[in-house]
């Protein structure tokens, strides 16, 4: 468990399903992101699964709780596969965007990630046209390396982006410890 001032991120849980599957499926969240689960047993196998590769050591998920809220509101997670680069990949509710929420939340993982797992790279896609969640990749410290077609194996243009604990100390992040 992470708290953070306005929220507490925990491993996704089975009971987390419903309020997930009713955030996450609306158009205005879905409009960026690699479709979620249709229905609320998807959203449950998901959690399983998430839950699994936790014990294995390859994925970790964290439900976003804001204060004072027993139900997960969005989430983030850092897939960590053997032979695959860690990967980062989150997502919230839309009554909650613009509230500084995600972006405290992604701070919070991307410090467990270099901290805890001892992770030194993560990367992350965004979707060229979600033009918000570049600019906070950016202000993060990520470094764009590649814009990517859409394809096969995604549906709309990409960047592909890079974050170091290096490149978040040269944007200006207090680092664990208390260290700029």
């Known amino acids: 468990m992470l708290a953070l001032p306005d929220a507490t991120l925990r491993e996704v849980r089975a009971s987390d399903a419903h309020s997930l599957f009713a955030l996450l499926t609306a158009p205005e969240v879905t409009r ?3 479709p979620p689960a249709q229905t609320l047993k998807g959203f449950a196998q998901f959690i399983a699964w998430s ?3 936790r014990a294995a050591g390859e994925h970790v998920c964290f439900g976003i709780l804001p204060r004072g809220s ?10 960590a596969a053997p032979g695959k ?3 980062l990949g989150g997502v919230l ?3 909650f965007w613009g509230s500084g929420l995600f972006r405290a939340s992604v701070d919070a993982v991307l410090d467990f990630a270099f901290h805890e797992m001892g992770l030194t790279r993560v990367s992350a896609f965004s979707a060229v046209a ?5 600019a906070a990749l950016r202000k993060m410290g ?4 590649a814009r990517l077609p859409a394809g ?17 100390r040269r944007a200006g992040y207090r680092i664990a410890g208390g260290r700029p």
């Open 152 to 168: 096969p194996e995604r549906s709309a243009d990409e960047y592909y982006w890079v974050l170091t604990l290096g490149d978040r």
């Open 85 to 87: 680069p860690p990967q």
């Open 93 to 95: 509710g839309s009554a």
């Open 32 to 34: 960026f992101i690699a």
């Open 130 to 134: 979600n033009t918000r969640g570049n």
């Open 70 to 79: 027993s139900a997960a509101v969005g989430l983030i997670q850092i897939c």
């Open 51 to 53: 839950c699994a590769k």
């Open 142 to 145: 990520a470094v764009l390396k």
